[in-house]
């Protein structure tokens, strides 16, 4: 029996469930589908549509739910075991988050000398075992309107600017309320998010659509001027005037606007500070570790690009970070894992021109929200 045939979901969701199994992870018969979601409405419709895609392909999907985690909760002991098991594939639809592991923080687990405090990171990205995609905070409206789409074309679009990324030392971004940053990227790799999860290693969010990369640690300098939506420690805020973070050696040094998401701003970022410390004291951090990621709370963690024609600014993290035409940063936690914190708060800055420098070359990437070259 499945679900659709139950009154779970509806006609509405089997066409982008199907392409988010078959186009998205390229899900085969036989193969061990790990599906982690919530009780709340949408979302649970969302995870019951993709259990049974895979399962029309012969593929052996599990379901499990678990109350709804914020970015500073943790998972269930019982997710953290699933994942434990070591599916080929695994999927995180979740309201808000996936919640953080207990286990890893306080051990890290650790592959070929690098260590990872999620159990799902040590697995995709450590022993390339798993592929995976994660929506937090995913809605309907958004599941239906962005995730069945032309893979193969978003994919070119991310490799042109992931190539164009690739090799640079530095970037430079402006934008029309008054963004002026630059950083280095000086033997960083950057990451596509194409919506192809194929192989184990591989894996993203859906919706897809974008290119990100890591900042150097403490090479940004400038202000950045968010006049999307920014994300906060519990929500989102899309400010009526711009929010302006000024960043001095890589950190956050002040936040000003005159929207109260300027505020809120600034009291996620004490509460990532904040909970770090408590964490070491918890003994939930290794000794020593909690000044470390009370620190890097403040520090730029990401540099992103919405690439994704089919999305647009609603006020959902998930969605707004891949709108074309837009930028995203990132506040806290970085992907190359040198600069760990327990947040990672991004918010977005649209029609921003983004010059790339090689040597003592510039080119321009974006022109006020378009595509150059």
């Not at 640690?217 to 920014?230: L, R, W």
Request: proline content about 4%.
């Amino acid at each position: 029996m499945r679900f659709l045939a139950m009154g779970i979901h509806d006609e509405r969701l089997v066409r982008p469930a199907r392409a988010v199994v078959q186009e998205s992870l390229g899900v085969k018969a036989g193969e061990r589908v790990l599906i982690v979601t919530n009780p709340g409405a949408e979302i649970f419709r969302i995870a019951c549509a993709v259990y049974d895609a895979a399962a029309e392909l012969g593929a052996r999907p599990v379901l499990v739910v678990q109350p709804r985690k914020t970015s500073l909760d943790y998972a269930e002991d019982a997710v953290i075991e699933a994942l434990a098991s070591e599916p080929e594939v695994f999927c995180s639809l979740s309201e808000e988050k996936l919640g953080k592991d207990r286990r890893g923080l306080s051990r890290p687990y650790v592959w070929e000398g690098k260590e990872y405090d999620h159990i799902h990171g040590f697995l995709r990205e450590g022993k390339k075992v798993m592929r995976s995609f994660w929506s937090p905070s995913l809605t309907l409206d958004t599941f239906l309107r962005t995730v069945d789409i032309d893979y193969e074309t978003l994919a070119s679009v991310c490799r042109k600017v992931k190539a164009r990324l690739e090799g640079a030392v530095e970037v430079h971004v402006t934008s029309p309320s008054g963004t002026d940053l630059r950083f280095s990227v000086e033997g960083r790799t950057p990451f596509l998010d194409d919506g192809l999860f194929r192989e184990p290693g591989e894996g993203g969010n859906l919706p897809a659509g974008e290119v990100f990369v890591s900042p150097v640690v403490g090479s940004a300098e400038g202000v950045v001027s968010f006049d999307g939506s920014i994300a906060l420690a519990d929500g989102i805020a899309i400010p009526s005037t711009p929010v302006r973070v000024t960043f001095e050696e890589g950190y956050v040094v002040s936040v000003e606007g005159e929207d109260e998401a300027a505020e809120l701003l600034s009291a996620s970022l004490e509460a990532g500070k904040k909970q770090a410390l408590d964490f070491e004291q918890e003994g939930l951090l290794p000794r020593g570790q909690g000044q470390v990621y009370a620190r890097n709370a403040r520090h730029l963690g990401e540099f992103g690009i919405g690439l994704n024609e089919k999305a647009r600014i609603v006020g959902n993290m998930l969605e707004d970070e891949k709108v074309y035409g837009t930028c995203h940063f990132a506040i806290g936690s970085n992907y190359d894992e040198d600069a760990k914190a327990l947040i990672h708060l991004d918010a977005l800055v649209k029609n921003p021109t983004i010059r790339v420098r090689r040597d003592s070359s510039w080119e321009v990437l974006m022109e006020e929200g378009t595509l150059v070259g």
